[in-house]
C-alpha cells in the first residue's frame, strides 16, 4: 500500500470515529483498528500527534464537503441542493443507527481541546458559505441575502442533524428541509 493510501486510510478512519464520538473521546487506537493501519505509522504520517491528525482530518472532509457542493451547484437548482444535502445527513444518521453525524461540527463543540481541528472547522464553514452565497447570489439573490441564505442553510442543517441525533429521529432534518427549500428558491 502506498504512503498516501495509509494516510488517507488514516484521515478516514479518524473522521469516522470523530463522527461517532466526537474528538476528545476517540483514541488513537480506535483510530488505527479504523484504518487498519500500523500503530506506529501514526506519529509517522501524524509527527504532532491527535492534535494534528484531527486537525488534517477535518480538513480533509471539509474539502471533500466542498468539493460535493461544488459538483451539486453545477447542476442543481437551490431546492436540489437542499434536497441532497439534508438527504445524505438523514442517510448518514439511520445507517449508524443516530451515532454519526458530522466531524466539522464536532471539531467546532470541541475547540478548546484540539485548536488545530477547531481552525479546519473554521475554515470548512467559511468555504461550504462562500460556495453558497457565490450560488445563490448567481441564482438571483441580492448578495446580502444570498450570504444571510448560505449561513441560515450550513447553521440549520448542522442544528437540526444533531438534534436529529440527540432525539432519534429525522424529523427535524424533514422539517428544516422544507423550510429551507422554500427560502433559497428564486427570488421572483
Known amino acids: 500500500m502506498a504512503d498516501s493510501d495509509s494516510r488517507t486510510l488514516m484521515l478516514v478512519g479518524a473522521i469516522n470515529a470523530f463522527r461517532e464520538h466526537g474528538i476528545a473521546t476517540t483514541s488513537l487506537s480506535e483510530i488505527v483498528e479504523r484504518s487498519g493501519a500500523p500503530r506506529g505509522s501514526v506519529y509517522h504520517y501524524f509527527p504532532e500527534g491527535k492534535g494534528q491528525l484531527a486537525g488534517e482530518a477535518v480538513a480533509y472532509f471539509g474539502r471533500g464537503v466542498s468539493a460535493a457542493i461544488s459538483s451539486m451547484i453545477a447542476q442543481s437548482s437551490p431546492p436540489e441542493i437542499i434536497d441532497a444535502v439534508v438527504t445524505i445527513f438523514r442517510n448518514s444518521l439511520v445507517e449508524s443507527d443516530f451515532a454519526s453525524s ?87
Open 102 to 188: 458530522c466531524p466539522v461540527a464536532a471539531a467546532a463543540v470541541e475547540g478548546a481541546s484540539t485548536p488545530a481541528a477547531l481552525v479546519a472547522a473554521g475554515e470548512s464553514f467559511t468555504s461550504w458559505e462562500s460556495l453558497l452565497t457565490s450560488f445563490f447570489w448567481q441564482q438571483g439573490h441580492p448578495s446580502e441575502t444570498a450570504a444571510q441564505c448560505a449561513t441560515v442553510v450550513i447553521a440549520s442543517i448542522e442544528g437540526a442533524t444533531l438534534m436529529a441525533k440527540a432525539q432519534h429521529t429525522t424529523a427535524p432534518l424533514d422539517r428544516i428541509g422544507a423550510h429551507l427549500k422554500a427560502l433559497v428558491s428564486a427570488p421572483s
